[in-house]
């Protein structure tokens, strides 16, 4: 399959080969779990934390991670749907309810703006047609923006949650 064939599949853009099957771009699949796991990492520290927001945060992160499983696996109208919904509503909240607040703890913080902008240089310069483009690359860069943006949303949610 070519580069300009990617494009057929909804997540075509994302550099990784489309394979035939329910899972399109098995590395990108895989990687989206990320938002999973921290996402029940936060709902489970929220809920002894007793904070609402942060219950909120840990389900947006879940739903992130459904949804990039929807996008990567078998991809369609609905795996879009879900996908940009919970990206864009994951974002909003991370900006809404942990940046504005103040810390004990600055250096999770710094964390999560370093794996933020890390994982944004990564995203932008691996994309289809893109310098860092290796579509049959075992280790993807989108894959790598999964890891670096769902880390940066657990060590915002660290920074305000007790132990």
């Given at each position: 399959?070519?580069?300009?064939?990617?494009?057929?599949?909804?997540?075509?853009?994302?550099?990784?080969?489309?394979?035939?099957?329910?899972?399109?771009?098995?590395?990108?699949?895989?990687?989206?779990?990320?938002?999973?796991?921290?996402?029940?990492?936060?709902?489970?520290?929220?809920?002894?934390?007793?904070?609402?927001?942060?219950?909120?945060?840990?389900?947006?992160?879940?739903?992130?991670?459904?949804?990039?499983?929807?996008?990567?696996?078998?991809?369609?109208?609905?795996?879009?749907?879900?996908?940009?919904?919970?990206?864009?509503?994951?974002?909003?909240?991370?900006?809404?309810?942990?940046?504005?607040?103040?810390?004990?703890?600055?250096?999770?913080?710094?964390?999560?703006?370093?794996?933020?902008?890390?994982?944004?240089?990564?995203?932008?310069?691996?994309?289809?047609?893109?310098?860092?483009?290796?579509?049959?690359?075992?280790?993807?860069?989108?894959?790598?923006?999964?890891?670096?943006s769902a880390?940066?949303?657990?060590?915002?949610?660290?920074?305000?949650?007790?132990r």
């Amino acid at each position: 399959m070519s580069l300009a064939e990617l494009s057929n599949h909804i997540a075509g853009s994302d550099c990784e080969r489309i394979r035939d099957g329910l899972i399109a771009q098995p590395a990108n699949f895989v990687s989206s779990a990320a938002y999973c796991v921290v996402g029940v990492w936060i709902w489970r520290r929220a809920r002894t934390d007793g904070r609402a927001r942060w219950k909120v945060l840990g389900a947006l992160s879940l739903a992130a991670g459904f949804g990039s499983l929807a996008y990567h696996g078998p991809g369609g109208d609905a795996g879009k749907l879900l996908h940009d919904g919970s990206a864009v509503a994951l974002a909003s909240a991370a900006i809404a309810i942990a940046l504005p607040r103040d810390t004990t703890r600055p250096s999770s913080e710094v964390l999560a703006l370093l794996c933020a902008t890390a994982g944004l240089a990564v995203y932008w310069l691996s994309r289809t047609n893109r310098p860092l483009c290796y579509p049959d690359s075992a280790l993807q860069g989108h894959a790598v923006w999964h890891v670096l943006s769902a880390l940066a949303v657990g060590a915002l949610a660290s920074a305000h949650l007790r132990r």
